[in-house]
Nanobody
Framework: QVQLVESGGGLVQPGGSLRVSCAAS????????MRWYRQAPGKQRELVAA???????NYADSVQGRFTISRDNAKNTEYLQMNSLKPEDTAVYYC???????????????WGQGTQVTVSS
């Protein structure tokens, strides 16, 4: 069994910063691309950022220059550092990862449970 568990969401004022984390656990053989998505009320889920196993990153235009995705392969954890937050960043943030699990190396896409980020004064 493989699980993704997120932490670090909360309430922050506009212009503030927040970091969310996502830890993978279970029978993991290897983790490939890790991603962060978000879904605001009444809107579709959108890709925010992605990072490959070698550390290559890409970002949605709306967060470029403000958000930073990173990962710690030794801890099977990804992070999303969010700076200069705006009210329009308010959403439930979901992590996801492409993971090969033991014992056969089957590749599946996994999701975290989501964590609420609210940007408001």
């Amino acid at each position: 069994q493989v699980q993704l568990v997120e932490s670090g969401g909360g309430l922050v004022q506009p212009g503030g910063s927040l970091r969310v984390s996502c830890a993978a656990s279970g029978s993991i053989f290897s983790i490939h691309t890790m991603r962060w998505y978000r879904q605001a009320p009444g809107k579709q889920r959108e890709l925010v950022a992605a990072i490959t196993s070698l550390g290559s990153t890409n970002y949605a235009d709306s967060v470029q220059g403000r958000f930073t995705i990173s990962r710690d392969n030794a801890k099977n954890t990804e992070y999303l550092q969010m700076n200069s937050l705006k009210p329009e960043d308010t959403a439930v943030y979901y992590c996801s990862a492409d993971i090969q699990s033991k014992p056969y190396g089957r590749l599946d896409h996994y999701w975290g449970q989501g964590t609420q980020v609210t940007v408001s004064s």
